[in-house]
């Protein structure tokens, strides 16, 4: 059994590298099986490459990361 660190570790090192290959079908596999990396990187993707309508209707099915993703760029000038 791997130690619960190391378990996390891999799972954010996974999910920041799919962000990293724009492998975003993959991520929001991830996601949408409550990896909680996974959604935090997923929801910093679509910000990044503009994707609000996504991010919008991920936040309002309860993705918390998308909610504070959307949060943030409100506040960008």
């Known amino acids: 059994m791997a130690h619960p660190l190391v378990d996390d570790a891999t ?6 590298q799919l ?5 975003v079908d ?3 596999r991830l996601a949408d099986a ?3 990396h996974a959604q935090r ?3 910093h993707w679509l910000a990044r490459k503009g994707r609000t309508g996504e991010l919008r209707e991920r ?3 309860g993705d918390d990361h ?3 993703r ?3 760029l409100a506040r960008q000038p």
């Open 41 to 43: 990187m997923l929801a």
């Open 11 to 16: 799972r954010w090192w996974r999910a920041h």
């Open 70 to 72: 959307l949060a943030w």
């Open 26 to 28: 993959a991520l929001r």
């Open 59 to 61: 936040a309002e099915a």
């Open 66 to 68: 998308a909610r504070e």
């Open 34 to 36: 409550d990896d909680e």
């Open 19 to 23: 962000a990293e290959d724009d492998q």
